[in-house]
């Protein structure tokens, strides 16, 4: 039972189904049911036609049989009017010889009345009748023999008259010696005994009635005699009235009997009324009806079976579909899609579960391509650092006994990596790091070694159930491998680098930990050209403050902690300030105030640089207009980082920042560093074309430092060089570096740029850049970096050195 309830439940529609099978199943019903009217419909019209004509065959059998009675009776007659005693009766003229004949042929013959009379109709002699009713009766006995063919014996002259309330059959016979002498007139009643034969050969029911008035039934086999009927409607149709007796239903129809007087009266006609039972001739109908019923249910229930069979047929791939997308839906892009039959479904199902597979083949492959760019670096082919931290956190999962398997992770940085990528090129660096890769792959080709690229230069090793002696061993071999020379085209490039070395769970059991500690190793190793480290509490003070500061850094801008601190910026020729740069300074409530190095390197590393560089766009452009609105009309200029030039929202978040404080772009100076155009260099001149665009000034801080940036200078739309303050310090002692200055003004100029000198601290440094041609200036000799509150006031004390007295060296004045 259990087993058909699960199968009856699994049975169960879906709602496409039922929208696919109910509809169908509703026409098959419409159309069936209608079937079954018209049906119905024409069933009773046949039945109705074929009632009809057995009603009108039983008029005819009723006729036949009273013409059949009637033959009889006139032979009766005939008989007695030929028989010689009647004959010697009639010639004696003896009265009571003629009744006593007359009755004892009629009791024989079963005649009800028997008349004679003489040749003029004159009644004679009598039986059952007064002489009062004979007379009125002849009339219609002298009609009924005038009816017949010569006066002869024949049933067509027998009529039916109304005697005493009883229908009679009447029989006129002539009694011949050998001429006409006198009329033997008989009667007879006509009693059920014809109904009866009529329905014994037609299955009729009849019944003879008197128009009336009052109309009433004189013979019936379906009603009792002498009931009283209302007279018929005579413009009523005589067939297809409809009868009832108890539960059965009848069709009837009304002939007249031609009849002759009555009483001596003109008569109105009788009227033969006869039924067909209903029922019984829609019972073969009946039959049919159920049988198309019955078939009309199993039609419908295997309609309903076969449609809902289909449907499923249907369905079922559109299931598997709607599961294929659940599972696309779960990432699950590696079970393909089945596709139906065709023959089965149709071709549009077919062609719906190719593209679903089709889309889940893209899918998949791009998953993948997106899995590979996501875990895999792409110019080496090593996992990156996603899936190295993926895998180092699954090692360093506890097993049922709660105990962590030791490991370790070796971390390793090339040294000198930037200087060669920068001198030979991105390309052949590229080259360097995929040589780089293959050497420590062959080093570390174990099972249980997982060997990656974990950013630019540096790469990560994990060591499973390594112990600090065979970690050692493994990074000495590392070492090894790394420094011999490597042969690139023409190039031989020597290599070294630092290794740091961590373990777990000695040091740590989360994988971002042991990756901070193992880095910590590897750059204490660098800091002391040791080549390799194993971690040690010790070296991790002056790291953990730092992350400790970085942590706070993040609630610094929401706790109003950082300050906006400005370094005046002068015309060096005109002594006029032109403005300021903008920097940074942190006022912890408790370590004070934090100089930028301690926490805007590891702002830059964590990302959180864009969000100090934000504060910084917001704060500097309510400076502009503060001043602004003083009545200064003084340019402000602030550092963008690398990622800030990386950041495709930075061109709108300083347009709307300017018309928000009603600000002209060009009171705004950004300042890059060539470091950071170098990153990624198709980026970062996109985004300065779009900020030179809005307006603003760009200028490149710190020129000189780079290497290979002056390939980049003529296409960079800035307006603004500024000085490396390496250069201008030492300036005045070295020649070399007022020769580099010199060249690098004339450079500037020629491309049209305005040149800023950093790092001015004396009087002599800025009568020497003057000389040079140098446009702007800012450091400790003009002004040290202030409060942005004070840097108003500070502007009105301003008051520029006279330096045309100050005496230059002989070196320096042939330079001029």
């Known amino acids: 039972m259990s087993r058909f309830a699960a199968r009856l439940a699994g049975w169960r529609l879906s709602g496409l189904?039922?929208?696919?099978?109910?509809?169908?199943?509703?026409?098959?019903?419409?159309?069936?049911?209608?079937?079954?009217?018209?049906?119905?419909?024409?069933?009773?019209?046949?039945?109705?036609?074929?009632i009809d004509r057995d009603l009108q065959t039983g008029?005819?059998?009723?006729?036949?049989?009273?013409?059949?009675?009637?033959?009889?009776?006139s032979e009766a007659a005939a008989l007695l009017a030929s028989d010689f005693g009647f004959r010697s009766a009639v010639s004696s003229r003896d009265v009571a010889t003629l009744s006593d004949a007359l009755e004892n042929h009629g009791r024989r013959i079963g005649a009800s009345l028997v008349i004679y009379t003489d040749p003029a109709w004159r009644p004679v002699a009598s039986t059952g009748l007064s002489v009062?009713?004979?007379?009125?009766?002849?009339?219609?006995?002298?009609?009924?023999?005038?009816?017949?063919?010569?006066?002869?014996?024949s049933a067509q002259n027998a009529r039916l008259t109304l005697i005493d309330g009883r229908a009679y059959q009447l029989v006129a016979v002539p009694v011949k010696a050998p001429r006409t002498v006198g009329w033997v007139l008989m009667g007879f009643v006509l009693?059920?005994?014809?109904?009866?034969?009529?329905?014994?050969?037609?299955?009729?029911?009849?019944?003879?009635?008197?128009?009336?008035?009052?109309?009433?039934?004189?013979?019936?086999?379906?009603?009792?005699?002498?009931?009283?009927?209302?007279?018929?409607?005579?413009?009523?149709?005589?067939?297809?009235?409809?009868?009832?007796?108890?539960?059965?239903?009848?069709?009837?129809?009304?002939?007249?009997?031609?009849?002759?007087?009555?009483?001596?009266?003109?008569?109105?006609?009788?009227?033969l009324v006869l039924a067909h039972a209903v029922d019984e001739a829609l019972a073969p109908f009946e039959r049919l009806q159920r049988m198309l019923l019955l078939l009309t249910l199993v039609g419908v229930v295997v309609f309903a079976v076969g449609s809902a069979v289909t449907a499923r047929r249907l369905s079922r791939p559109i299931r598997g579909l709607r599961r294929a997308a659940e599972r696309l839906s779960r990432a699950d892009y590696d079970s393909p899609v089945r596709v139906p039959d065709e023959r089965v479904v149709g071709d549009e199902l077919v062609q719906l579960a190719r593209a679903f597979e089709s889309t889940r083949q893209a899918v998949q492959h791009r998953e993948h391509a997106i899995s590979r760019l996501a875990y895999w670096d792409t110019l080496t082919g090593l996992p990156n650092r996603a899936q190295f931290v993926d895998l180092l956190r699954a090692r360093l999962q506890p097993d049922a006994a709660g105990a962590v398997a030791p490991l370790a992770v070796l971390m390793l940085d090339l040294d000198r990596f930037k200087h060669v990528n920068d001198v030979l090129g991105h390309q052949l660096g590229d080259r360097l790091l995929c040589e780089v890769a293959q050497r420590l792959a062959g080093c570390s080709n174990r099972p249980d070694t997982v060997l990656a690229r974990l950013s630019g230069d540096e790469f990560g090793l994990l060591l499973s159930a390594a112990d600090t002696p065979k970690a050692q061993e493994i990074a000495r071999a590392l070492l090894a491998v790394l420094d011999l020379p490597m042969r690139l085209d023409e190039h031989t490039i020597d290599l070294s680098a630092s290794l740091g070395i961590a373990f777990a769970p000695a040091h740590a059991h989360e994988p971002e930990t042991l990756l901070g500690l193992v880095e910590v190793a590897m750059y204490a190793a660098k800091r002391r050209q040791l080549g390799m480290l194993v971690y040690d509490a010790s070296m991790d003070t002056r790291s953990s403050a730092s992350l400790s500061l970085l942590s706070e850094l993040r609630q610094?801008?929401?706790?109003?902690?950082?300050?906006?601190?400005?370094?005046?910026?002068?015309?060096?020729?005109?002594?006029?300030?032109?403005?300021?740069?903008?920097?940074?300074?942190?006022?912890?409530?408790?370590?004070?105030?934090?100089?930028?190095?301690?926490f805007i390197p590891f702002a830059e590393q964590t990302g959180f640089i864009r969000q100090i560089?934000?504060?910084?766009?917001?704060?500097?452009?309510?400076?502009?207009?503060?001043?602004?609105?003083?009545?200064?009309?003084?340019?402000?200029?602030?550092?963008?980082?690398?990622?800030?030039?990386?950041?495709?929202d930075l061109t709108d978040r300083v347009r709307r920042l300017l018309d928000r404080h009603r600000v002209s772009a060009a009171r705004l100076c950004l300042e890059i560093t060539e470091s950071a155009i170098m990153d990624d260099p198709a980026r970062a001149l996109q985004t300065l074309q779009k900020l030179h665009e809005l307006g603003v000034h760009l200028s490149i801080d710190d020129f000189g430092t780079g290497y290979s940036s002056l390939a980049y200078l003529k296409r960079l739309p800035v307006d603004e060089l500024k000085i490396d303050r390496s250069f201008v310090t030492n300036m005045e002692r070295d020649l070399d570096d007022a020769r580099i200055v010199q060249s690098t003004i004339g450079l500037a100029h020629n491309l049209g740029l305005t040149v800023v000198a950093e790092g001015v601290e004396t009087d002599k440094a800025w009568a020497l850049l003057a000389r040079l041609g140098c446009d702007e200036g800012q450091g400790y000799g003009i002004g040290r970096p202030m409060p942005s509150e004070e840097f108003l006031g500070w502007v009105h004390r301003w008051q520029a050195p006279s330096n045309e007295a100050l005496h230059v060296d002989t070196d320096f004045a042939q330079m001029l």
């Open 59 to 73: 008029q005819r059998v009723f006729t036949r049989l009273l013409e059949q009675r009637a033959e009889r009776l």
């Open 191 to 271: 009693d059920r005994s014809v109904l009866q034969q009529l329905s014994a050969i037609t299955d009729l029911r009849g019944a003879v009635l008197f128009n009336g008035p009052p109309a009433r039934v004189l013979l019936s086999t379906f009603v009792q005699a002498g009931d009283t009927l209302t007279a018929p409607n005579p413009e009523a149709s005589p067939c297809g009235q409809e009868l009832r007796e108890a539960d059965s239903r009848w069709r009837s129809c009304e002939f007249v009997l031609d009849t002759g007087l009555s009483d001596g009266h003109s008569m109105p006609p009788l009227r």
């Open 17 to 50: 189904e039922r929208r696919i099978v109910w509809p169908f199943l509703l026409l098959l019903l419409v159309v069936q049911g209608i079937s079954l009217v018209l049906v119905n419909r024409a069933i009773g019209q046949s039945a109705t036609r074929s």
């Open 613 to 648: 560089t934000v504060w910084m766009l917001e704060t500097g452009v309510q400076a502009l207009q503060q001043w602004q609105e003083a009545g200064l009309v003084l340019k402000l200029s602030i550092n963008l980082s690398t990622r800030d030039l990386l950041d495709p």
């Open 556 to 598: 610094a801008i929401e706790r109003q902690e950082l300050r906006l601190y400005v370094q005046p910026k002068v015309d060096l020729k005109s002594g006029r300030v032109l403005g300021g740069e903008a920097l940074v300074r942190w006022a912890h409530p408790q370590r004070g105030l934090v100089p930028p190095m301690q």
């Open 132 to 153: 009062d009713r004979v007379a009125a009766l002849l009339p219609v006995a002298r009609m009924a023999a005038m009816t017949g063919p010569g006066g002869g014996v």
